[in-house]
């Protein structure tokens, strides 16, 4: 994932600039979001006010992803009211 995600053809597709660099987990910013109750938030409602500020979101998905499987995330992103920017590959 990492080395996809920081693909110079990945990025400009997803309109990144190249000098952003994907790291699929930081652990300073893992324990400030703990420290502020993050596992007990309901993040799908999230989602609406990001799109709304026009900030893009990718969920991304692994077809074999035991940690965050298909299923889950399927009715995380099906809670929110609407998502406008929302696209399924």
Known sequence: MKSLFNNES???????????SFLP???????EF???????????????????QGIRLLHYVGVEDANCA???????VSRADSLSGFESC
């Open 10 to 20: 990945t990025l400009e597709a997803f309109g990144i600039p190249q000098n952003v």
């Open 25 to 31: 987990f930081n652990i300073d910013v893992a324990m």
């Open 34 to 52: 703990g420290a502020e109750g993050d596992l007990l938030r309901q993040h799908y409602l999230l989602y609406e006010p990001l799109l709304a």
């Open 70 to 76: 298909w299923p889950g995330v399927i009715s995380f």
